[in-house]
């Protein structure tokens, strides 16, 4: 409640100050599509934001799209998790309470488990990146400052994405296994179902450190299966009776001879995916149709079984471009529809629209599994990755797509807006021609618009023997390789 002196105030300083000052329209209108958008917790929330943003979307139906909404302990309204707003947002809850439990486990909303302690932290290392934060604070003083009020929490960090450091011990590593690990990352050591296996030990303990230590980490290395093969050690859920000996917020890497999967700061949808993409091949039909069923993931989330859907990893190569950028080139995976949003959000208008040749801007799930689900012996999507140890991030993809003759394929691709003009097409381009060869193709098409001078100039830099024919703005190019 602002009092009749506060009012005075803030009229005074909108007097003075009027460029601090801004309309809710001006405001909402800076969220992109893609964008992720904090709002404030407990007794912190700022309900009029929320109605506000709300109001703005209902008569900006097409402002923005796939807009992330996030936040811990929220007691006022939600929304936000409408299904009528399911296009322009998808909440994602760090902590379920009863106004946000039934999106989450229909499906309407993610959950991400973090321990609080480690919250600040995942938005400095932007593990849970924040592009706006909608917050309380009290009225400005005297001098124009203001407090976060009743409640700072991680609020704080959301604002300026500032470090927490909370154990003394610096860059602990903690390498432990486990009898099971569900799609949620819940871990047993000292039980199976009902069945008593071993005991806790130390595992806790060290993993915890780890998680609490500035620079740690924590590694849970299991075997695909067990029992000669019968039995996936990768689960939908923990049996009934298991030990949860390790929480979801304990572990941070899962190692199985299938892959690497980093799950900390995921929400539950992308560690399913992460983890099932790394559970023995014959059973990951299976955890796809019981992750469906338990909403843990999409309800039409494709999948692709056999040889056909089995990621080539050979096709990983490391490269250094001609202006000294490395990148890794790798097949598109099941679970990269997280990166692949990021990516296509990232991109600018001019960039989407000569890729697609098409002013529609959304890139919705179902979009986005086309590119992210494919058959590899069909097709071929290949991203160019800059890695950390932490997360992966695209910066150009290229793909084809084997046309009826089963000699020539549709090849296209794009590089982010601030990654071009140094080298990633070429990489791109000259890796696709490399699998293309081998796989017995003759030939590339493409469709260009007459103004993307970029990628006409990139394909007869590859020295292809080309025939060009124009129509209504675009050149029809047939490419023999």
Known sequence: MVSNQDSKKLDDLKSRHPKKFAPDGYIFSHIHRGDRIFIGTGCGEPQYLVNALIKYVESHPDAFFDTEVFNVGIF???????????????????????????AVNKGLADYTPLFFSKTPKAFYDELVPIDMALIQTSPPDEHGYMSLGISVDITKAAVDKAAMVIAQNKNMTAINSAQQIDLTGQATVESIGKKFYSGIGGIADFMRGATLAQGGKTILTIQSTALGGW??????????????????????????????????????????????????????????????????????????????????????????????????????????????????YSLSDESTYKRFISTRKDMHHERLQELAVIDYTREMVILAVI??????????????????????????????????????????????????????????MAVVLMENKTALHLFEKMGFDIQMRSEEGVYELKMAL
């Open 231 to 344: 039995v996936s050690r990768i689960m939908s859920f923990l049996g009934e009776g298991s030990g949860v000996t390790l929480g979801r917020g304990d572990v941070q890497y899962v190692v199985t001879e299938y892959g690497i999967a980093y799950i900390h700061g995921k929400n539950i949808r992308e560690r399913a995916m992460d983890l099932i993409a790394i559970s023995h091949p014959k059973f990951r039909p299976r955890l796809i149709s019981e992750a469906k069923k338990l909403n843990l993931i999409y309800r039409d989330q494709a999948f692709i079984p056999g040889r056909k859907g089995e990621y080539p990893e050979s096709l990983e190569t490391q490269r250094t471009t001609h202006r000294g950028l490395t990148i890794l080139l790798r097949p598109v995976k099941i679970r990269d529809e997280p990166l692949l949003k990021h990516f296509f």
């Open 76 to 102: 006022g309204v939600v929304p936000y998790t409408n299904e009528k707003f399911k296009r322009n947002f998808r909440h994602n809850s760090l902590f379920i309470g009863n106004n946000t439990r039934d």
């Open 387 to 444: 890695q950390n140890d932490k997360k992966e991030e695209i910066v150009g993809i290229g793909q084809y797509d084997i046309m009826q003759d089963k000699q020539t394929a549709e090849v296209a691709f794009v590089v982010r807006d601030d990654y071009q003009k140094k080298g990633i097409g070429t990489e791109l381009m000259s890796y696709l021609t490399h699998i293309a060869k081998k796989q017995g193709l003759l030939g590339f």
